[in-house]
């Protein structure tokens, strides 16, 4: 009597949901051993809270970052220890500590000083600068690749921001003086006849050049958040109690984005400069587009 075979099934379903198990263990150890290397390396820190303060938005998430390399030498100056704070995701928004050093701050002031005349903003239908009374400041630009102290810098956004210098704007230097401001508004254009240059704007580097004593903070007023919780509110202006605010410290870069990843225009990265209540305020901004921006 012939014995009776016994058939081995094979379910390919369960090896392969195995395999499946197998692999996301494996994304998960890479993925500990790379935050363990950044952790290790001193590239990220975790944010901390206290007890005594347990709101978690009090706590804004902090990158260290690592020196940048900008291409013609160091700059100029010493600009002490330099890391990222993450503001805001809606708006985009990040501040690099000490991004300038004090001779660089100084040194665009005395640049711009002598061209210094009043603010404009951008006809939309012309193209053509106008006056206006949401702007009150008084401004000037410098020519993209002017000097190697610029060059310096404009290297520096560009690996900050990881758009191409070729990209961006020259830049602007303003100067607000006691009750001077600007209302809030957007920095993308909503016409095409501005975007024919270099396509439309992407994001914005805002360079403090001076502390301010009181006032002249940058205001967010669409952004999300409960920004009442957030260190030193009290010290702020009514101006700067309206939304996501900034208070300028020499050295300080603030770069926000106008677009969102998917290439929409965002409208959260409304903003404006509060009034300065005392003191003086010097800024630079560097404007970007997602193509070349032709001088």
Request: proline share 5%; net charge neutral; glycine share 8%.
């Amino acid at each position: 009597m012939a014995k009776g075979r016994i058939s081995r099934h094979h379910h390919p379903g369960k090896r392969s949901s195995t395999s499946t198990v197998w692999l996301v263990l494996l994304m998960l150890l890479m993925l500990t051993i790379v935050l363990l290397m950044l952790l290790a390396l001193g590239i990220l820190s975790l944010p901390i809270s206290s007890s005594s303060d347990p709101s978690p938005f009090q706590d804004r998430i902090k990158f260290k970052r690592l020196a940048l390399d900008v291409g013609e030498g160091e700059g100029l100056g010493n600009k002490g220890e330099q890391w990222t704070e993450v503001l805001s995701w809606e708006p985009r928004a990040f501040i690099y500590h000490n991004f300038l050093s004090k001779e660089e701050c100084e040194y665009l002031i005395n640049l711009a000083k002598p061209h210094m005349a009043k603010s404009t903003v951008v006809d939309s239908k012309t193209g053509q600068s106008k006056d206006s009374r949401v702007r009150t400041s008084s401004g000037t630009f410098l020519k993209r690749g002017r000097d190697k102290v610029i060059r310096d810098i404009e290297k520096r956004i560009a690996d900050y921001a990881f758009i191409p210098v070729e990209h961006g704007e020259g830049l602007q230097v303003l100067h607000y003086e006691v009750g001077q401001k600007y209302e809030p508004h957007y920095d993308y254009f909503l016409d095409e006849f501005n975007t024919k240059n270099g396509g439309q704007r992407i994001a914005t580097v805002l360079m403090y050049l001076s502390d301010v004593e009181e006032g002249g903070e940058t205001v967010f007023p669409a952004a999300t958040g409960n920004f009442s919780s957030v260190p030193g509110w009290n010290e702020m202006s009514e101006c700067a109690k309206r939304g996501l605010s900034v208070k300028p410290k020499m050295g300080d870069a603030l770069l926000f984005w106008s677009m969102r990843p998917d290439a929409t225009l965002d409208p959260s990265s409304l903003h404006g400069g509060c009034p300065v209540i005392r003191g003086n305020k010097w800024s630079s901004t560097k404007w970007m587009h997602i193509e070349e921006y032709k001088i």
